[in-house]
């Protein structure tokens, strides 16, 4: 089969496209697939003739558009049959989630990557299934902790927590770690538990790697989130069996299911489509930092993760399943 993927060109990625797009196209190609890229540049309309050419060119089965924003391009080239992905930010804005959505339509399949992404959407597809972006495994390589943190010179006496993000990303919302882990030291209710001293990390101008081996250093990640689609950071720590905090957004507490080491932050909205937090969420955010940070040893994400069919091998099976409906 001949696979087409198509997405924004993006300037600050090594391959000038998102790391998880490239990611599944590799894994479709793994088990045996023809796969190429077009990135879109400027106008997505614009972009359609050079679509064309290039769908003469490689002359594939199917085309994989990423985005909504992308699938205008894809959509209107109208010699392939269409299958769009919806990775969250079409919802975020209401112009994007119109034209992005009304494009959905047109699509022969669509794949959202978490529920509320679906429910979001102003126009939902028929055709569609929920499929998260899956993991890279066999980059998720599980160093011990105390070797990890020689290797990056950490303290071996401090607690280290690591925020799934860049400390200024709003959308991340680290305020809100910073503040309870404030709170957490100053609170003699607390200090019992945590006599050593606590660190906030981010992720930012970070390798895959300098990121996997951070997970295997830390006592904690942390993804306080306004709003995801379905987190691809915190996936990856647990597929390091990192343990793990996060708001109750998206579909975190289906990745993290009953397995111990995974805390959830109570969403006042009591939906998964955002989470502000109230007057009690700080407190509770403090509580479920004392706990967390008291956790020994590591969780069992990683098993987690491949119960859930969440590895890039068995999200890249599913997708091909659906290529082939389509041309079937």
């Not at 070797?147 to 690591?162: C, T, V």
Request: glycine share 6%; charged share 25%.
């Amino acid at each position: 089969m001949r696979v087409l993927e198509v997405s924004r060109y993006k300037n600050n990625f090594a391959d000038h496209q998102l790391p998880f797009v490239t990611e599944q196209g590799e894994a479709i190609r793994a088990l045996g697939n023809d796969v190429e890229y077009f990135l879109v540049r400027g106008n997505y309309v614009k972009a359609v003739g050079a679509l064309k050419a290039k769908i003469r060119e490689f002359k594939p089965d199917i085309v994989h558009a990423h985005y909504g924003l992308s699938a205008i391009t894809a959509e209107l080239q109208g010699l392939v049959p269409v299958v769009t992905t919806f990775h969250n930010g079409e919802t975020l804005n209401p112009v994007v989630n119109f034209v992005s959505s009304l494009m959905s339509l047109r699509a022969k399949y669509v794949i959202y990557v978490a529920q509320h992404v679906r429910d979001l959407s102003y126009f939902k597809a028929k055709n569609y299934s929920i499929i998260p972006c899956g993991v890279p495994m066999d980059e998720m390589i599980i160093t011990p902790k105390e070797e990890a943190r020689k290797q990056l010179g950490w303290n071996p006496n401090k607690k280290y927590i690591l925020f799934g993000g860049a400390f200024d990303n709003l959308r991340k919302n680290y305020p809100l770690l910073r503040d309870a882990v404030e709170k957490l030291k100053n609170d003699t209710s607390y200090i019992k538990h945590n006599t050593s001293d606590v660190e906030c990390v981010e992720m930012k101008n970070l390798t895959r790697s300098q990121c996997v081996l951070r997970m295997c250093a830390c006592d904690l990640f942390a993804l306080p989130s306004h709003s995801e689609g379905s987190p691809q950071a915190l996936k990856e720590a647990m597929a390091c069996n990192c343990p793990c905090i996060a708001t109750d957004i998206a579909d975190v507490r289906e990745l993290f299911g009953d397995e111990p080491g995974h805390w959830v932050l109570r969403n006042p909205r009591k939906t998964h489509e955002r989470w502000d937090g109230d007057e009690r969420s700080l407190d509770e955010m403090v509580a479920l930092l004392n706990d967390a940070l008291k956790f020994e040893g590591r969780t069992k994400g990683r098993q987690r993760i491949l119960e859930l069919e969440l590895s890039n091998e068995q999200v890249a099976k599913r997708i091909i399943n659906i290529y082939k409906e389509i041309l079937a």
